[in-house]
Structures are given as C-alpha cells and as structure tokens.
C-alpha cells in the first residue's frame, strides 16, 4: 500500500476542542485515530426498548455498552430506558424524556450522554441543543475503539475510512455546535465556506484511502488464488469479540497472536498453517471480533480483511461459552455474517472458557456437532482438531482411479486438483488413490475404479 498522507491533512474546523469539555476527547477531531485523552469522562448511557423487544435485550446490551465504553476509556455513571413503539426522528427519545435526561446529566455531572443506537445526525444536533452537552451513540465509541486499537497500515486506513464516513454527514452538526458555543450564530458565511472545504477534504481522504485499500485487496486476491493452486483449505476463527478467538489459533498453531481480555484486540487477520491428522493441513485465520449492532461503516471498511472469512471453507465460529448470553452472541455473530456474504460458510461451533464452568460443556452437549474446549488448558483441543479434519474430509471424497499410462495429461490433472494419497504402478496404468472435490471429480469421472466413504 502507499504511503498515507499525515493525518493533520485533514481539519474539521474542531478549533476550540480545548473549551469543550467532553466526547471522549472530541471524538471524531482532526486526530481521526488514536484519541488523547486528559481524564476519564463520565457518561450517562441511554437505551430504548422498542415495541416487541424484551425489556433485558435493552439492559443485557447496555450492560455491553458500558463495557465498550469502558474500553474507550470512559465511565458509565448512569442509565436511562424509555419505552417507545418507534424512535422519535427529531431526537430518538421523546423530546420530554431528553429534558429528564439534561436533569441527570447535570446531577451527575456527566460530560457526554451516549445512545445505545446509531442517531442520525440531525437527532445528534437536537439533542445536543436539548442537553447541552456531546450527544454520542454506539457506532462512535465503536469506532473511537477501533481507532484506538488499530495498529498496521491497513487497519488504520480501514479504521480511518469508517470514521469519515460516519463524519461526513455529520460535519454541519458540529459546526453549528461550535459556532453556537462561540456566540449561537450558526448561519451562512465564511464558516459555511470553511465547511465545505473541509467537506471536500475529508472526501478527497476517502477516495484515497478507497484506492489504497483497493489495492490491498487486489494483492489479497493473487496471494488468495495462489493458495488455492495448493488445495490447502481455508479455516476462519470467527466470533464474538473477547471469545478466545487469537486464543485457539494459538494453541491449534503454536503461535503468539496477541491475546488480551479487551473488546477488539484484533483488527488485522492473521493466518497459520493448521496440520490435521492425516497429514493434510489447512490455513487458519484469526479475524475480527464483532458484537452487536456492529456500525455498517465499520463492516463495509473491512472489507479487505472480512474477505477472509467470505472465501473461507470452513468457519470455526467461537463463542465464550462461560458467558452470561452465549445464544445472543451468537445470533450477532450470524447478522454479520450475512452481511458479508459467508452466512452460508459451513460452520463448526466451539464452546471455548470450559475451564471457568460448565456451561460450555453443557451448550456443547446441546448443540449437535459441536465441540467444548477452553483454550486455557487445552481440553478439547484435540477433539476439536479432529473436528476440522472430519468436517474439511467430508468436503473431498477419496476414490481409487486407475489412469491409462498413454494420458499424462489426466495423471496431471488428479496431481494437481487433488490430493494424491497413494500411488502404485499397476498394468493398465497408475492406480491412484487420491481425495478430490466434487467439481474435479466429474472431469474424472471414467477413470474412477472405487469410491470410498471418507477415510484418512
Ligand atoms: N479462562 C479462560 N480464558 C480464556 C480462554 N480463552 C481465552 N481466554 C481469555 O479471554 C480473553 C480474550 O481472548 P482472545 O483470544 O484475545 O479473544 P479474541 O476472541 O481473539 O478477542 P478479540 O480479538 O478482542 O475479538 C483473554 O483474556 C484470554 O486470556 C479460555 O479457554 N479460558
Ligand atoms: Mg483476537
């Protein structure tokens, strides 16, 4: 990838960030990554239970707010729940709940109020006119962790793409909130101008970053296409953030990817080759974690490193089987994989953290095919590498053909769109004994002599 520009390329017009106190260190300021930050923000976090959700879905994903602003570096003081049949489009709450909330805030002397669902940027503006303070909602601490936590020149490129986007649209937002503390003016003039100049930077960054990205993937797609030339399959440890997913590629691996008990350690893949029994070996690739509500714009920046996990065989989805709402887990992990395309990835589910209880044995138990493990004192690893092998055995089936010696050309082919088991020099030809795909298969159809179960 190409050199990116320095980050002071871009100004938002953010000029008096040092008067205003709050929004976890100005987020999304001209730093567009890594945050300062001078003390620890106190936050009253705000939730709605819409019609026909469970009142504890609101709490449970709350509770995981705090959590993620928690790992921004901030701290949840306070909660508020209103119960509405839709969002308020001015300001997602009632306008008279934002006035309790105001009440709150100041009691408590919060310096920012975040809102568990994405506001749109005018309800941001609304609300922040109503409670005189930085309105933030899930996808900007998410983003501000990303930031934060990206650390290769391609995660900070994605990171940095997602940020904009999710600025763009709300550039006037925050120049009306300066210009209103400067005076409340806020109309048209050489601010506006500025705003537009700083609106055709910041797009200008994105096409770049667009077009670096580009490029990484279009190396991804070469290095991708001469991985499949060596029939090696494609395993993706996928999973909620924080299930032990750079754990277990360690263990299966023999590696040393960063593992941390933090919401998002991981952005950037990583792949290892896996050997099975039998021989066979596969790539294994440690992602990203998701949770819920993941910000589309951070879905669609990675892209790159979600193709992973689209042109996978085989995912290995891992959930923290200890947890208080493993299902949930896993349910969010299943929206985003439809999102990007690998919802119909055959999938082998792993209970990880068997060591802290027994619940991962027991969802194990309840869950056909799956396995329990904890990547802490390596039970069940075995078990689960067994797994794999079996699961990625049953994508191939293994034949006995029998190659006429005048077709070199089929000799080839079995070599090079197979994996050849054994070989033995026979009178009509080379008898084969070699594990092959369906697609293959049916071009070597006639030479099939036996078609065996699935055996190592
Ligand atoms: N007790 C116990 N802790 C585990 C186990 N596996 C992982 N952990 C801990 O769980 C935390 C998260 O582990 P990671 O491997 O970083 O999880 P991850 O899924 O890669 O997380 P992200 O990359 O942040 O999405 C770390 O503190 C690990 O030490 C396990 O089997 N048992
Ligand atoms: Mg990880």
Redesign the pocket.
């Known amino acids: 990838m190409s050199e990116l520009p320095p980050d002071d390329d871009i100004s938002v017009g953010d000029t008096d960030a040092a008067t205003h106190r709050g929004g976890f260190g100005e987020f999304g300021g001209a730093s567009g990554g890594l945050i300062e930050r001078t003390f620890r923000e106190r936050i009253v976090m705000v939730g709605v239970t819409l019609a026909g959700v469970d009142p504890a879905d609101t709490e449970s994903s709350l509770d995981e707010l705090a959590l993620l602003v928690d790992t921004a570096g901030a701290d949840a003081v306070d909660r508020v729940v209103q119960r509405r049949k839709s969002p308020d489009p001015a300001t997602y709450i009632g306008s008279g709940k934002a006035i309790e909330v105001r009440e709150i805030a100041d009691m408590v002397d919060c310096d920012t109020v975040v809102f568990d669902d994405e506001l749109s940027p005018a309800q941001q503006f609304n609300l922040e006119k109503i409670l005189g303070r930085t309105a933030l909602d899930r996808t900007a601490v998410i983003l501000d962790i990303f930031a934060q936590n990206a650390s290769t020149l391609e995660g900070k490129a994605q990171v940095e793409l997602a940020q904009l986007r999710y600025r763009l649209p709300r550039l006037r937002g925050s120049g009306r909130r300066l210009s209103q503390q400067g005076g409340g003016i806020g109309t048209r003039g050489p601010g506006e101008t500025q705003l537009e100049v700083d609106r055709r930077r910041l797009l200008r960054r994105v096409h770049k970053l667009e077009a670096d990205l580009r490029q990484v993937q279009a190396h991804r797609e070469t290095q991708s296409k001469a991985r499949s030339r060596t029939r090696n399959r494609a395993v993706a440890l996928v ?10 590629l360690n263990v299966l691996t023999e590696s040393e990817v ?9 952005l950037d893949a990583t792949t290892r080759r896996l050997s099975l029994p039998g021989g066979e070996s596969v790539f294994a690739t ?1 992602t ?2 998701f949770v819920r509500k993941l910000p589309h714009q951070l879905v669609n920046a990675f892209k790159t490193t979600l193709d992973v996990v689209r042109d996978a065989d085989l995912l290995v989805h ?1 959930v923290d089987g ?1 947890g208080p709402d493993p299902q949930g887990c896993i349910e969010a992990v299943h929206v985003v994989l439809d999102q990007i395309g690998a919802g119909d990835i055959p999938e082998l589910t792993v209970f ?5 209880n027994d619940n991962a044995t027991a969802l194990a138990r309840r869950h056909e095919g799956s396995v329990a ?5 390596r039970s069940g690893i075995d078990k689960l590498v067994e797994s794999i092998a079996d699961r990625v055995r049953s994508m191939t089936e293994t034949v006995d053909l029998v190659v006429p010696w005048h077709r070199g050309d089929v000799l080839a082919a079995v070599h090079r769109e197979g994996q050849v088991l054994s070989e033995t020099a026979g009178d009509d030809g080379m008898s084969i004994r070699a594990r092959l795909e369906p697609a293959s298969l049916g071009a070597l159809r006639e030479y099939v002599v036996a078609a065996k179960e699935s055996q190592r």
Not at 239 to 248: D, E, Q, V
Not at 258 to 266: C, S
Not at 352 to 356: E, P
Request: aromatic share 6%.
């Open positions: 999973g909620y953030t924080n299930a032990g997913k750079s754990s277990l960063l593992v941390e008990d933090r919401l998002f350690a991981t440690d990203v974690g891992v200890s990880n953290k068997a060591d802290l493990v904890s990547a802490r004192t």
